[in-house]
């Protein structure tokens, strides 16, 4: 692990969704490396609650979070994992059968589930085939350290820092990361950079050039490119100077200098629509930042969210990236959900229901295994197509969006 964690958490108990999903966005951009967010009530209308406020929390915030659940069978732990979790916690004083734990374990990886345990526990005698503990309720110390170091795990420990120092427990080696609750509303990264003085290894931005590196204006000044680091849409053209580059360093919103105003302006500090850093590059000359942000609301002044909307000139053309293709097939395929059209097959899938777009995939899955059968593909990519719709109608059907699918297929990594 080449850096410690700062993971704030979130008690979803007694506590509105809409809230815990606040939370957890500002947690987010205020720069947690995770979260851990947990509800261990036994009442199951209670725990459905909370899997669907996960799942919006997932929506929301693009940095992973654990969860922590009461779990009585191996069920309870794999809807926690379709929420979009990382992790999932299994408290050890409540679960009800240990075998859940190795199921668990087996099923989705050891490094994918964790045992919250107390200090006052025995836990370096525990044989749970995990390879992360949560531990709670601890008093720093040589005691500590020593039962951390004997039982052979890495250790998350949450605290929430009224009587410990954050220093302290990351200073322990076999110490991953502390959950606390103690800086919400903070500035985390000025306690992850406080950490770093330290000499803890923390996740903060730290330009790999110096700016006096860069190839400025005579007025001290280099373009900046704002782009979306989800779809990759350029969003606007700015200018910083040495100042505004190492506070959008420091802080992760990106803070440029206005010529006209011959000032620094943190972009959304009057309008709200903060651009928060997760990437930043240098060209091959030296001389233009391109950084890849979240875009809150617009970028534009206008009120647009790009503020490159005025086309100029265009030249007809087929557009084949597979990202925009099929996002594009999708929202024509919701488009024809929400507001029919006469003649639409897409409207007759959805007028005849679940049962007739099922029975279609399954047509269609079909003939992919025949065409691929064959020595040419050019059949088999017309199968693929015709499943590929079938499957965006069902998708739309479920109300699934391929955000959802991708978002997967990233925790899967």
């Avoid at 390879?131 to 039962?147: A, C, D, I």
């Avoid at 000139?313 to 959900?337: G, H, S």
Wanted: aromatic share 10%.
């Amino acid at each position: 692990m080449s850096y410690k964690k700062l993971i704030p958490f979130i008690n979803g108990e007694n506590e509105l969704p809409a809230n815990v999903v606040t939370m957890a966005e500002d947690y987010c951009f205020a720069g947690a490396d995770e979260l851990f967010l947990y509800n261990y009530s036994k009442i199951e209308k209670e725990r459905e609650e909370f899997l669907a406020t996960l799942k919006e929390v997932n929506k929301k915030i693009d940095i992973p979070f654990i969860v922590g659940m009461y779990a009585a069978r191996f069920e309870d732990v794999k809807k926690a994992f379709y929420t979009g979790a990382d992790r999932v916690v299994i408290k050890y004083e409540i679960c009800p059968d240990e075998g859940v734990i190795k199921e668990a374990a087996a099923r989705f990886g050891v490094d994918k589930i964790l045992v919250e345990v107390d200090e006052d526990l025995a836990f370096e005698k525990i044989s749970f085939p995990v390879s992360s503990l949560l531990l709670k309720h601890v008093n720093t110390g040589e005691p500590l350290e020593k039962k951390i170091r004997s039982c052979g795990k890495r250790i998350i420990i949450r605290d929430s820092l009224l009587r410990n120092d954050l220093e302290d427990l990351l200073k322990i080696k076999e110490v991953e990361g502390v959950a606390t609750n103690y800086f919400e509303r903070r500035d985390l990264y000025k306690v992850k950079r406080n950490m770093q003085e330290t000499g803890i290894e923390m996740n903060v931005f730290e330009s790999a050039i110096p700016f006096s590196e860069f190839k400025t204006d005579d007025k001290g000044l280099v373009p900046c490119i704002a782009q979306d680091y989800r779809t990759g849409q350029v969003l606007m053209l700015a200018y910083m100077n040495e100042e505004s580059y190492r506070a959008t360093c420091e802080t992760g919103k990106m803070t440029y200098f206005s010529r006209s105003r011959q000032e620094l302006w943190c972009k959304g500090e009057t309008s709200g629509h903060y651009q928060y850093v997760k990437e930043l590059a240098l060209d091959c000359d030296n001389d233009t930042i391109l950084a890849k942000v979240h875009q809150v609301g617009a970028a534009c002044h206008t009120g647009a969210y790009s503020c490159f909307f005025k086309e100029l000139a265009k030249k007809d053309y087929v557009d084949t990236n597979p990202l925009t293709i099929l996002q594009e097939d999708f929202e024509t395929i919701e488009e024809r959900k929400n507001h029919p059209k006469e003649g639409s097959y897409t409207n007759y899938l959805f007028t005849q229901g679940i049962d007739k777009i099922l029975k279609k995939c399954g047509e269609e899955a079909s003939e992919i295994i025949i065409a691929a059968k064959n020595p040419n593909a050019e059949e088999l990519k017309y199968e693929i197509a015709d499943f590929l719709y079938h499957m965006m109608v069902l998708m739309a059907e479920c109300g699934l969006t391929w955000e959802d699918i991708t978002r997967e297929l990233a925790n899967r990594r």
